[in-house]
């Protein structure tokens, strides 16, 4: 994600209204998710909150290019939106006040100034927590909880939603306002359930924080192909979830496989911020702190898992991952063992993107003909038709097999469905290599 330029003590007249927008826009794409979050713990509706979250920016907008980028831009901005969700929830009070004396009822108007009065001692303070499991209510459907949650705590586009769920972009326009609605409808509390629920709603939390992580380590759409700020805010809450749910294999599990994936930062990116596949990476790059926290967690997940179950999907994701830091070489890399814990992933939660993944695990262990051969079973897979994943696979493994002109064409398909520039700049580098 590219990073606002430094606003200039005495910025010239022509660049002066342009640098504090982009100033702005950048920093409400970061924070926007704490915004919203915080703001919903005052207004208690999530449609409202980002209204507010908006009328603060178009307030910055407005305000920026005459008095200059403030020393602290994301204060200002939740300053500002939390200062209008507090006047709102005044008038709300006066308008009930106003009801109350003409004999009206004043239950039917909402308010909540008075609703935190006696914390609970057992709540999480965190807003982005509380805001995670208010979206993943289970009066949403699965797929409205991920589209609600990836655009109020990722901070996606509808068009990037869409493209990380591989669903169309107005159906998921559609599932968030349908789940705005119904949030705002039913009166859902904003908080982090306990018990039974909290353990109901898990894996829609953690389908949302890893879809998150997800987007930032290899953004839908853009110039850039990571976002780091996805990835960090994945991997905190991540964690969070250990510490709130820490007899939750599948929660270590998720945070055991996006430690380890996110030890591989530093190394995907090349000096000019070109994407560096796995193969070509430093390893030495690769951050071992991150690993030993990768390692460590994975050991809870199996601790914690029940035997009847065996590990879960994140927990055999992370199994996966730690095979790639464990080899010192790419060359050394357990393929066999990844092809092993796939097919037991395959099992566990089935899905195209498991199957391509597989596919690649058994080309490296058994050559890429058995692999080609798993790649053709998946391409009538509708999920796949217009992703950039199974072409650029196609043409890996036409490549090794010597059809170099069939594997230029894959990756010069592959580039035309690549979601951002760094990803098609790769992929065209790959077919012209193929025409060499």
């Not at 970061?30 to 920016?57: H, N, Y």
């Not at 499991?133 to 990722?154: D, E, I, K, M, Q």
């Not at 979830?241 to 599990?253: D, F, I, K, R, V």
């Not at 064409?409 to 035309?416: G, L, P, S, T, V």
Request: aromatic residues 4%; charged residues 25%; hydrophobic residues 45%.
């Amino acid at each position: 994600m590219s990073h606002p330029p430094e606003h200039p003590r005495h910025p010239s007249p022509e660049r002066r209204p342009r640098q504090p927008r982009h100033a702005c826009e950048t920093v409400f794409r970061m924070e926007s998710p704490r915004i919203i979050a915080g703001v919903t713990r005052i207004v208690r509706d999530v449609g409202i909150a980002e209204e507010l979250a908006q009328d603060a920016l178009v307030a910055a907008l407005a305000r920026w290019p005459e008095q200059g980028v403030p020393e602290n831009p994301g204060a200002w901005l939740m300053a500002t939106a939390k200062h209008r969700a507090v006047d709102l929830v005044r008038r709300r009070e006066r308008y009930a006040q106003k009801l109350a004396e003409a004999g009206r009822d004043p239950e039917t108007v909402q308010t909540q100034s008075d609703e935190r009065a006696d914390p609970d001692p057992d709540a999480v303070d965190d807003d982005l927590l509380r805001l995670v499991f208010t979206a993943c209510h289970p009066l949403l459907s699965a797929a409205a909880r991920v589209a609600l949650t990836l655009r109020l705590l990722g901070g996606l586009t509808t068009a990037e939603i869409a493209r990380a769920v591989l669903a169309a972009e107005p159906t998921v326009a559609q599932r968030i306002v349908r789940a705005k609605r119904i949030l705002a409808a039913k009166d859902i509390p904003f908080e982090v359930p306990r018990g039974p629920e909290r353990t109901a709603r898990l894996a829609s939390v953690l389908e949302v924080v890893h879809l998150i992580f997800n987007e930032g380590c290899a953004a839908t759409a853009g110039d850039d192909w990571l976002r780091p700020s996805l990835c960090e805010e994945g991997l905190r809450l991540a964690r969070v979830l250990t510490g709130l749910m820490p007899e939750e294999s599948e929660a270590h599990g998720l945070a055991a496989l996006l430690e380890l994936r996110a030890s591989r930062a530093a190394a995907r990116t090349g000096p000019s911020g070109e994407a560096v596949l796995l193969q070509e990476q430093s390893r030495a790059r690769w951050n071992r702190t991150l690993i030993d926290r990768g390692y460590a967690a994975l050991a809870r997940a199996r601790g914690t898992a029940d035997s009847s179950r065996a590990l879960g999907p994140y927990a055999l994701q992370a199994a996966i991952a730690a095979c790639h830091a464990r080899a010192h070489t790419y060359e050394e890399t357990d393929w066999q063992q990844i092809a092993v814990l796939y097919g037991l992933l395959a099992a566990r939660s089935p899905s195209p993107v498991v199957e391509l993944n597989r596919a690649v695990a058994v080309s490296m262990a058994q050559g890429p003909e058995p692999g080609l051969c798993l790649v053709d079973a998946l391409t009538a897979e509708a999920a796949l038709r217009d992703h950039h994943l199974l072409p650029s696979v196609r043409g890996d493994l036409l490549e090794r097999l010597g059809r170099a002109a069939e594997a230029c064409a894959e990756f010069e398909r592959a580039a035309a469905l690549a979601g951002t520039e760094r990803e098609r700049e790769l992929l065209l580098a790959r077919a012209a290599s193929c025409r060499l």
